[in-house]
């Protein structure tokens, strides 16, 4: 059974950093595609990151040069470093197994706010 942990969120202000982990279990994560989602308040799920089994990375527009998709294919774990935070981050981040969210964790909540 795939499961999916999100951790790290928080309150942070403008031009801040946080860290966001994903411990997974129940499958075999090392060759599997991860993706990063999002969800802000009122909108649909967003595309965030991409990372391949070979570590090749791909990220949305909107945060290009700000965030950094990493993995640990001995952990098991998927993370999100995302810098030089705006308002506009302001979301629920998700982790998951598909490019559409259909296997995602429970989200972990940041706020980006002064």
């Known amino acids: 059974q795939v499961q999916l942990v999100e951790s790290g969120g928080g309150l942070v202000q403008p031009g801040g950093s946080l860290r966001l982990s994903c411990a997974t279990s129940g499958f075999a994560f090392r060759i599997w595609w991860m993706y990063w989602l999002r969800q802000a308040p009122g909108k649909g799920l967003e595309w965030v990151a991409t990372s391949d089994r070979d570590g090749t990375t791909h990220y949305a527009d909107s945060v290009q040069g700000r965030f950094t998709i990493s993995r640990d294919n001995i952990k098991n774990e998927l993370y999100l470093q995302m810098n030089s935070l705006t308002p506009e981050d302001t979301a629920v981040y998700f982790c998951?197994?598909?490019?559409?969210?259909?296997?995602r964790g429970q989200g972990t909540q940041v706020t980006v706010s002064t």
């Open positions: 998951a197994t598909d490019s559409r969210g259909d296997s």
